[in-house]
Nanobody, 114 residues
Framework: VQLQASGGGLVQPGGSLRLSCAAS????????MSWYRQVQGKQREFCAS???????VYADSVKGRFTISRDSAKNTVYLQMNGLKPEDTTVYYC?????????WGQGTQVTVSS
């Protein structure tokens, strides 16, 4: 399974970005699709996940500002990020779980700065 993330960029505080991550390759049944982020020198931090039934989980740090969604027909997961703050600046990674195996995308940089 290969994951291609896109949508990162530079945005002003309070602005919005939409990240996308498309899965390709040997897709059978992706159970959970997630977004994580990682500040250099720190552990990767969970942001949000969505399961095959549409159940969503959010980290407290993004709850109310970020919205995760998925298009199962396109094997794509999205992260709508509103109300961005400078502390949201980092690299964002998508992750999918399929048949007990975890796959990671290459990361997309989000920078929130005036």
């Amino acid at each position: 399974v290969q994951l291609q993330a896109s949508g990162g960029g530079l945005v002003q505080p309070g602005g919005s970005l939409r990240l996308s991550c498309a899965a390709s390759g040997s897709i059978f049944s992706i159970r959970v699709m997630s977004w994580y982020r990682q500040v250099q020198g720190k552990q990767r931090e969970f942001c949000a996940s969505i399961d095959s039934g549409g159940g969503m989980v959010y980290a407290d740090s993004v709850k109310g500002r970020f919205t995760i969604s998925r298009d199962s027909a396109k094997n794509t997961v999205y992260l709508q990020m509103n109300g961005l703050k400078p502390e949201d600046t980092t690299v964002y990674y998508c992750n999918v779980m399929q048949r007990g195996v975890s796959y990671w995308g290459q990361g997309t940089q989000v920078t929130v700065s005036s």
